[in-house]
């Protein structure tokens, strides 16, 4: 139980273009999902944390237009990094909670962008 | 904001010898949870800790939370190349989840 899938695994895309990256809730209702962002042997830097119906909290020093968060639903939030620079790329991670502070978080498996 | 410390960064031991990472947070927390996260995977979640004084055992895995419910550690006992990768803390606290910076563990066979 408990399964989150991150779509794509891996994107490879051009300086200036959007990416979409997907995060969904297989087998529960997420009521919170958290964006992060890793870097290579680093730990995992949270970007936002997007709550279903309402907009996302972004943390410190992460611009919300650039990194645009949707959490229509409560199986699915989407991260897109808008006019991506190479310096988005990146190792992106999401995370889903069933809710409550006492809810373990649950990870998709990563995207790998890499903008040339 | 809350800071979670994580010591070591690595750690590299021989196969059979035990292994140990410490968390220690600014912040008193609601409950401190651990993952693994393999060389190119993602982490996955091994176990959370809630009440203060803890202690939790997993195989030749135990976790433990402080009286002061602000730092924490995992022990693994007899060490195997299974047990490869790195170990984050994540301090929850507010609903949010702080996550140390990561002990990598190398295990020499």
């Known amino acids: 139980g408990a399964v989150v899938s991150q779509h794509p695994s891996w994107v490879i895309c051009k300086s200036g273009t959007s990416v979409k990256i997907e995060c969904r809730s297989l087998d529960f209702q997420a009521t919170t999902m958290f964006w992060y962002r890793q870097f290579p042997k680093q730990s995992l830097m949270l970007m936002a944390t997007?709550?279903?119906?309402?907009?996302?909290?972004?943390e410190q020093g992460v611009e919300k237009d650039k990194f645009l968060i949707n959490h229509a639903s409560l199986t699915l939030s989407t991260l897109t990094v808008t006019s991506a620079h190479p310096e988005d790329s990146s190792f992106y991670i999401c995370?889903?909670?069933?809710?409550?502070?006492?809810?373990?978080?649950?990870f998709g498996n990563g995207t790998r962008l890499t903008v040339t | 904001g809350q800071q979670v410390m994580q010591i070591p960064q690595y750690q590299h031991v021989q196969e059979g010898e035990d292994f140990t990472t410490y968390c220690n947070s600014s912040t008193t927390l609601s409950n401190i949870q651990w993952y693994k996260q393999r060389p190119g995977g993602h982490p996955v979640f091994l176990i959370q800790?809630?009440?203060?004084?803890e202690v939790k055992k997993q195989k030749r895995l135990t976790f433990q939370f402080g009286e002061a419910k602000k730092n924490s550690s995992l022990h693994i006992t007899a060490t195997q190349t299974t047990d490869v990768g790195t170990y984050f803390c994540a301090g929850r606290n507010a609903g949010k989840s702080t996550f140390g910076d990561g002990t990598t563990l190398t295990v020499k066979p």
């Open positions: 995370s889903a909670s069933g809710g409550g502070n006492n809810s373990p978080l649950h």
């Open positions: 997007s709550n279903e119906g309402s907009k996302a909290t972004y």
């Open positions: 800790l809630v009440k203060s004084g």
